[in-house]
């Protein structure tokens, strides 16, 4: 059987005119190059930066009468189960340290009206571990379910690398101080 290539370009073109997405385009040409006959799946494989594997599976999606589009699999990248946009996370952080500022405020016994104020004593290390729970709770109550520990470190990491120019967990603490 002769492969007939203007209808495989006539194919790929209608393909390419429907689809969304390039692993639509891979996925049908995938099913229409192998079951044309003219390529081996290794051959097809190599043309479209899949694995054979992957060509067979198309061809069973497609014989199974499955969906053979990808915008049906799950993707890979991206920001996955987000709590906040980016733009809000820089807004969240700077509300976090005034208000954690107001927490240290009242732990110092200080009064910012008051003009002893400017000379605030040495912050501590009890004062900094308390800094990520805070934050944690913050988080909790703005996104309304708990939150991991591990998801407060990566807001503090991400508004702070656009906030610092060298960005440590302690910067944000060194932040909320300096508005005491």
């Keep these: 059987m002769e492969f007939d290539w203007k209808a495989a370009a006539v194919a790929r073109a209608a393909i390419v005119v429907t689809s ?9 040409l995938a099913v229409v190059l192998h079951t044309t006959g003219a390529l081996k799946a290794s051959r097809i494989a ?20 499955k969906e053979v589009s990808a915008m049906s699999w799950h993707r890979h990248g991206g920001r996955r189960r987000e709590l906040m946009p980016h733009r809000e996370e820089r807004a969240f952080m700077q509300h976090a340290c005034e208000k954690y500022a107001m927490v240290l405020r009242k732990q110092l016994g200080r009064d910012p009206a008051s003009s002893m104020f400017n000379s605030a004593p040495r912050p501590t290390r009890a004062m900094a571990a308390g800094f990520v729970p805070f934050v944690m709770e913050l988080l909790e109550k703005h996104v309304g379910k708990p939150v991991a520990r591990g998801s407060a470190y990566n807001l503090m ?24």
């Design 20 to 28: 969304m997405h390039d692993d639509e385009v891979r996925s049908a």
């Design 46 to 65: 190599e043309l479209l930066g899949r694995s054979p594997s992957w060509v067979y599976s198309q061809q069973l999606r497609f014989a199974a009468e």
């Design 157 to 180: 990491r991400r508004a702070g690398h656009s906030w610092f120019d060298d960005y440590k967990p302690s910067s944000w603490f060194a932040h909320a101080y300096k508005l005491v």
